[in-house]
């Protein structure tokens, strides 16, 4: 069998791949693109025409929109660089302790929990009537605060749960790579004086700052895609206080309305800015000079 005979049976055997991979990405998210530009909405008769960018308009003039933009520059803004700063201290504070391995196993649970579960579960922790948390609250004559009945309250909520969720993967991605830092560097640093404090500052920390800035492209990346602890505990609520913005197009396209349209621009926008938002961090972050995918300028 000569090799023309053999890349056509390659070619062959990971076609079926290739269709099912067009199929069920490629077509769905070329629709998407198309119905963004039409009034197509599944609850009404006569819909599906071409309105050109009358969807991107409105979303300008939506205050709802607005708000869902709001609360996820706020989950960006917050909860974003307090997971970071708590799963790099967690990470750096349990090595060398006594229980060192149990105590990683426990910090990891929260980042197992399913999500639906965990949703439930702080639901019934915010509780107004018999919540845990109001309760504990009571000790200190703090009187029972309605958690996600007013704006503020619930998102605060959501930001706990968030970091609560997020906190342990960081944790996780940090303390592996302190365990992969070249021990002759650290060897050396000990040698010339430096330990504790001064050691983590000004040898461990530099020598992580890649790994840490691709961790915090991956949680931005994901917060920007927040959707299911919201789905669980707020929906959204009290009005649109907690809701983001992959939820708002849920709700737009799939619960309170079929419009689809509508919900496909929404959709088209979060994908424009979380592209945005990744390659300006990558750029103010030299995130491939980090990671030697690129060559330093002179």
């Known amino acids: 069998m000569n090799r023309k005979d053999q890349r056509k049976i390659a070619l062959m055997l990971v076609l079926p791949a290739i269709i099912l991979f067009l199929i069920m990405t490629i077509y769905p998210f070329a629709y998407m693109i198309y ?10 008769t006569g819909t599906g025409k071409f309105i050109g960018v009358g969807n991107y308009i ?34 750096y504070l349990i090595r060398g302790l006594s229980g060192e391995k149990i105590m990683r196993s426990l910090l990891l649970i929260p980042m197992m929990v399913p999500a ?9 922790l915010y509780n107004f009537m018999f919540g845990p948390i109001n309760y504990f609250l009571s ?13 503020n309250y619930a998102q605060s909520a959501i930001l706990i749960i968030d970091i609560w969720q997020w906190t342990p993967f960081v944790f996780l991605i ?5 365990q992969a830092l070249p021990r002759d560097i650290i060897d050396a640093g000990k040698v010339d004086g430096a330990n504790g404090w001064k050691l983590f500052l000004h ?14 492209l991956l949680r931005v990346i994901d917060v920007l895609k927040t959707f299911d602890i919201i789905y669980m505990t707020t929906y959204g609520g009290p009005g649109s206080a907690t809701s983001t913005w992959s939820f708002y197009a849920y709700k737009v396209g799939v619960s309170y309305g079929w ?3 509508y919900g496909s621009a ?3 926008i979060l994908l424009i800015v979380s592209i945005l938002l990744v390659n300006t961090l990558m750029k103010l972050l030299n995130i491939g000079k980090e990671l030697g995918l690129s060559k330093a300028e002179g």
Do not use: C
């Open 174 to 178: 940090m303390y592996a790579a302190l």
């Open 116 to 124: 639906a579960v965990g949703g439930f579960g702080w639901k019934m």
């Open 203 to 216: 040898i461990e920390l530099p020598l992580l700052k890649p790994i840490l800035y691709v961790t915090l």
């Open 259 to 261: 419009n689809i349209g």
């Open 35 to 44: 119905t963004s530009f039409t009034n197509l909405d599944l609850s009404k």
């Open 58 to 91: 409105e979303i300008f003039q939506d205050p709802l929109a607005r708000s869902s933009i709001g609360f996820t520059v706020m989950l960006v803004l917050i909860a974003v660089p307090t997971e970071m700063l708590l799963g790099l201290g967690l990470s």
């Open 139 to 151: 000790f200190f004559g703090i009187q029972p605060i309605t958690w996600f009945g007013k704006a």
């Open 266 to 268: 929404l959709s088209v």
